[in-house]
Structures are given as C-alpha cells and as structure tokens.
C-alpha cells in the first residue's frame, strides 16, 4: 500500500510546559532536586531550561521548562511525576504552548 503525503498537513507538534516546583523548605538542596526531577521525566519528556524565583523567607521556586510530545495529551504525567519527587511540596503548571 502506498503513502499520500499531503503537503502542509497537520501533524502532531510539541508542547513546552513551564512548571512551578516549590520545595519543601529552604534548606533542600535546588541543584539536587533539578538533578531528581531530571530523572523522574517519562519516556519522551525533556528539560530545556531551569529558571529560579525567590519566593519569600529564603524559599526558591524551581521552574523547569518541559518539552513533550503533543500526543502526550497534557501535562498530567508530568504532574505526577514530578509531586513524587522527595523534597517537592508542590507542582503546578505555569504557562504552556506549543512550539
């Protein structure tokens, strides 16, 4: 059977989702916790960058930004995988597109 390939047709894009990661305290380690949220990614998801906000009393927020696959179906995966990580208080979703 042969393929029709038609030019200019949709095809399933990425999707870069910038998280909100708030430690637990501030004495958790940022680089550490980078480290471990790295390696809780699922299969096809990757961090382009990592930015940092201070948020109050010494606390710093984590934002990673998280490129996955748009047929992924959102970011609930990443949600989950990244709650539990040890020393996450909490993850949320702060902005997302497709690029």
């Known amino acids: 059977m042969s393929r029709l390939w038609v030019y200019g047709a949709i095809t399933m894009g ?28 699922p299969e096809g998801a990757t ?24 047929e992924a179906g959102g970011t609930d995966t990443i949600e989950d995988a990244f709650a539990g990580v040890d020393g996450v208080e909490s993850v949320g979703v702060d902005e997302v597109g497709r690029i």
């Open 14 to 41: 990425k999707v870069a989702a910038k998280m909100k990661v708030m430690p637990q305290s501030p004495e958790i380690d940022l680089d550490d916790l980078q480290e471990r949220l790295e390696n809780a990614l």
């Open 47 to 70: 961090i382009s960058r990592v930015d940092r906000e201070d948020v109050a009393f010494g606390l710093i927020a984590l934002f990673p930004t998280v490129i996955i696959p748009d």
